[in-house]
DNA sequence: TATTGTTATACTCTATAACTATA
DNA sequence: TATAGTTATAGAGTATAACAATA
C-alpha cells in the first residue's frame, strides 16, 4: 500500500463497480486514476497518513538523527528508569534481537548505558545517562515542534478525536 | 515508534510529566510501563494500528501470497488498464526502480503484462492477464474478508469515522 | 527447561545512483 | 536536456534461528 490521495472519483466500498472493460478512454495522459477497492480499505489510508506523520518526524528528528523506534525507546527509558530490555521490547512491540542492536548505537551515542540486574543476572537495567539525559531534552522539543505541525497538517480538532479514536481502539 | 498499546497510566500532552527521578519503585516486575510523552503523539497510534491493520491484510492474503503494496498496484492496474509504470507508481507513491521489480514479480507470476505504449515507446502500458483477472477475483475476496475483521477488531462506527478522517485529511 | 540477551541470516521496504532508450 | 524504465547498492525494519549465561 502507499501513500497517495485518491482523486475525486471515490467508489465507496458496497457500491457497484465498473468493470475494467468499460473504462472510458483516457482523454489525457494526466488523467487521474480510478482508486476503486482501495477507498473502502481502512488500512490503505492508515498507511498513507502514518507515512506522511513518520516522515515528518524524521525530518524534524534529522538534526539530532534520531528513528521514530529509537525515540520511543528512549522516552520509555527514560520514564521507566531500571527497567529490562525485555520489558521494554515487550512495551514497544519491538523484538529483542532489533532492541539489543538499537541499544548497541545508543550506548555507542552514551545517551544510554545498561547496568547488570542485582536480582536476575540475565537482565540488563537500562538507564540514560547525564549526556542521554540532555539530548532528550532537546529531542522532546523537536518531537513537540514536530507534533505542532502535525496539528497544521491534520487540523487541532480532527487531531485529537484520531488520537482518541487510535488510543480507544482494540 | 511500535505497537503496543499503552498502560493505563496515561498522561495527555501539555499535561506535567513526572521526572524521572520521582518514579515509584516497581512492586513486582510485571510492572506497566509509563508512555509518557508517547501518550501525545498521534504517529505512534497510527504506526501501532497501521501495523496491526496490515498484519492481518497479509495473514488473511497468505495463501495467495500478496502484500499490501501488491494488492494496491493490482487494483490500480484492474481499474486502470493501460496507464503506465510512472502513472500507477505516482499514484501509489512507489518508487519506480520498487515498482519496477513489482512488477517484474507479477510478470513472473502472469497476473501482469506490459505492452508498449504506441504514442511512447519509453512507457509500459499495464495491463491484467486474464489468470490476472481470475487472481484478483480470488484476492478481492480475501481482502473483503480482511476487512471485514478489521470491522470486529475496530469497531463498525469507529471504521467508518476512522475512514472519513483519514480520507479527509491533507 | 525456560528466559535474557546476543549474533547472524534473510526478506521487505525505502532511498539513491548509474545506465539505456527514447523523447 | 529530460523522461520511462531498469539494474544495483545500501540502510531501516521485521522475522527467525542458534547460541551462551543464567534462572
Redesign the interface.
Known sequence: ??????ANN?RR?GEP??S?GS?LP?AG?GQA??????????????????????SN?IRTLAPLDVR??Q??VL??I???????QS??G?????ERARLARMLHELERREWIERRAAPDDRRSHSLF?TETG?KALARI?SL?AR??ER?VE???RD??L???D???E??
Not at 476503486?36 to 502514518?50: A, T
Not at 527514560?78 to 529490562?84: F, V
Not at 515487550?90 to 519491538?94: K, R, V, Y
Open positions: 500500500m502507499a501513500i497517495a490521495k485518491p471515490q466500498s463497480r465498473r475494467a473504462q483516457d495522459q486514476l480510478d482508486f476503486d477497492e482501495l477507498n473502502g480499505h481502512i488500512g490503505y489510508f492508515l498507511r498513507r497518513l502514518q507515512v506522511a506523520v513518520f518526524f521514530p523506534a525515540y520511543s522516552i520509555l527514560s520514564a521507566n528508569p531500571g527497567r529490562s520489558a521494554i515487550q512495551a514497544l512491540n519491538i540514560l539525559t522532546r518531537a514536530h507534533e502535525m497538517l491534520i487540523g480532527r487531531r478525536l484520531l488520537l479514536l487510535l488510543r481502539f482494540g
